[in-house]
């Protein structure tokens, strides 16, 4: 069939809806022509969700052309060619294109890469809000964990599967996994528990309303075999695991049979019967052991390394181009920040340049002013001489609120003071006695009229005088209570005898505070 010389992008969909409905439908589909003209035409024109779907089909036909390797290299590359990050991206396709593929490493024996597959399909299975899937991939890992020899790990696994299919209503997919279960139970020895889910499974599932079915039923015979054989009912026992043997379709079927009457016909001490099914399990065995296709596992599970190591090599690539856009961004915010950090210095210091512009201006308009004023008489000029006294008071207080500022910043910026505002916010050592005389002289070099007025107007007594200087340095209450070890309530009840002593009236300790602060 010429598909490839049709350019109509409807037809092509067409062809592979008529491919997948073939799929649906369970038809074996040996042809892979049409599956690999329907992957190379949509591989160059088909949505990413188009060349996943083309990519599936040709993976199935290499399936049942029992093509191992060829098929797990196209599942990967439907897996590879989709847009999981894409808002239509079809989930449910994708979960069960994962299930396939762990299907195929289950018939391979590849127990690790199947758990792989069956993560992915439960994760996508649970956004594409695929209930049925999702808990398939549950129930499914019991089998993995059994090819690992993790038997209690199947257990779990298959009884939180058959939970959940309770849990959402779907009891007849809990009842299908029950054989299962308790053939993993009976193996292991765990009876009653086993004997639990048969006695659930012949009632419900409707498989033995008219006596026993006939083929299928290979776990449940040796299950209930290897029951009979624990609680010591040799007959039940031989029956059932002869009814595995009448209706095995394969070897392994007939294996499990054979090892169940060794184990019973061991247990009666029967040595001839022990010897003959011995004999039958081993070479059954030995015939398994032939049929197993090795050199195709081994090719199978070279070309997934491969397959395996590409995709981690091109996850590689991507995560050192993410981790390139991410220092690239961070560069970027750095130098911005930088920019900014050196735009802001550059501001404060040019406002701090103009203010001192400003106060030299206050300073020349002041002497002007005095100036003028020396030029002045009383009775010739009493208005004008008035309106400069006001002015010049206006000049004053400007330049006295400047001296303020600039003297506040040369005292702050001292490492003296900085010692005491850390002393004063955090619980260090106590301040020692060279610190408390180096803050004085730091008070009679900028502030020489408050220490004049402080020694003239204070009995020299060491704490009034230090509570003094520091309040007429800014210092918070509660900083000056930490300095000076003193209790707030302390400190409260100093300030207003203070201000008794020093300004002969009654007040509040801020009042006294605001009467230091105003002191030059």
Known sequence: MAVWA???????????????????????????????????????????????????????????????????????????????????????RLARIHSQAAGLFYDCSLPNEMLHELSLQYKYGKMANDTLTWLFAVGSKSEAYYLLGKRDSAIVALQQAV??????????????????????????????????????????????????????FDNYYYAKGLYYTAIHKEDSAAFFFRQELRYSRTLNEQEGAYKGLYLLFKQQGIADSVAKYADLCYQTSEKNLEAMPVEGLQHLHALYNYTHNQKVAQEKTRESARLYHWLLVCFLLLVFVCTCIVMYIYKVKEKRKRRELEFH????????????????????????????????THHQNIIEKYQEELLSRKIVNTDVYKLFVKGGHENTEKVAEKDWNSLEEILARYLPGFKKWLDANLQRGELDYRICMLIRLHFAPMSISRLLDKSPQFLYSRRKKLYKDLFDTNGKPEEFDLKILKIK
């Not at 022509?33 to 949509?42: H, I, V, W």
């Not at 299919?165 to 009891?171: F, S």
């Not at 308009?365 to 004023?373: P, S, V």
């Open 361 to 392: 201006h206050q300073l020349e308009l002041q002497e002007k002013a005095h100036n003028e004023l020396s030029r002045l008489t009383k009775k010739e000029f009493s208005f004008l001489l008035g309106q400069k006294e006001q002015e010049i």
């Open 163 to 216: 939970k959940l299919y309770n849990q959402y209503g779907l009891e007849t997919y809990a009842i299908s996994w029950y054989p299962t279960l308790f053939f993993l139970l009976a193996e292991e020895g765990r009876y009653d528990e086993a004997r639990h889910y048969i006695d659930i499974y012949e009632c419900r599932s409707g498989y033995f309303d008219d006596g026993l079915p006939e083929e299928g």
């Open 6 to 92: 049709c350019n109509d992008h409807q037809q092509m969909l067409s062809q592979l809806e008529e491919l997948e409905r073939q799929n649906l439908a369970d038809s074996l589909m040996t042809n892979d022509s049409l599956a690999l003209s329907l992957c190379e035409y949509f591989d160059c024109h088909g949505t990413p969700n188009e060349r996943m779907r083309a990519h599936y089909m040709l993976a199935r036909t290499y399936t049942d052309r029992e093509e191992a390797p060829q098929a797990l290299e196209e599942f990967h590359t439907a897996i590879s060619v989709v847009d999981t990050t894409a808002a239509d991206c079809d989930y449910r």
